[in-house]
């Protein structure tokens, strides 16, 4: 079946960096739409960045732009988010997704949109 496994989360200071990693198994990897979402418990989950299954047009949220990007390899199975220049306010799980319905070379937004899930990776910003 299909299994997502994310890594790179840690504790890192206000405007450090990190790199946070998303394995794919199971799924045509290069056929699948990535995105990545966090969610502060208590909160609803909110978007972060998407790419399509080509790696063309990376797309991130209004919140991270200028300091998150997404990308991919598809000869890794693997997507990437680097986050750098970090906030506390970035503090959160963070969740891969795929999206595997669709034949269309185009990236998603909303989380009804892709068709699994891995189980989160924490990042925490403290100083």
């Known amino acids: 079946q299909v299994q997502l496994v994310e890594s790179g989360g840690g504790l890192v200071q206000p405007g450090g960096s990190l790199r946070l990693s998303c394995a794919a198994s199971?799924?045509?990897?290069?056929?699948?739409?990535m995105g990545w979402f966090r969610q502060v418990p208590g909160k609803e989950g909110e978007f972060v960045a998407a790419?399509?299954?080509?790696?063309?047009?990376?797309y991130s949220a209004g919140a991270v732009l200028g300091r998150f990007t997404i990308s991919r390899d598809n000869g890794k199975n693997t997507v990437f988010l680097q986050l750098n220049s970090l906030k506390l306010e970035d503090t959160a799980v963070y969740y891969c997704?795929?999206?595997?319905?669709?034949?269309?070379?185009?990236?998603?937004?909303?989380?009804?949109?892709?068709?699994?899930w891995g189980q989160g990776t924490q990042v925490t910003v403290s100083s």
């Open positions: 199971g799924v045509t990897f290069g056929s699948c739409a």
């Open positions: 790419i399509s299954r080509s790696g063309g047009r990376p």
């Open positions: 997704a795929a999206e595997g319905a669709r034949d269309i070379d185009i990236y998603f937004v909303r989380d009804e949109e892709y068709d699994y």
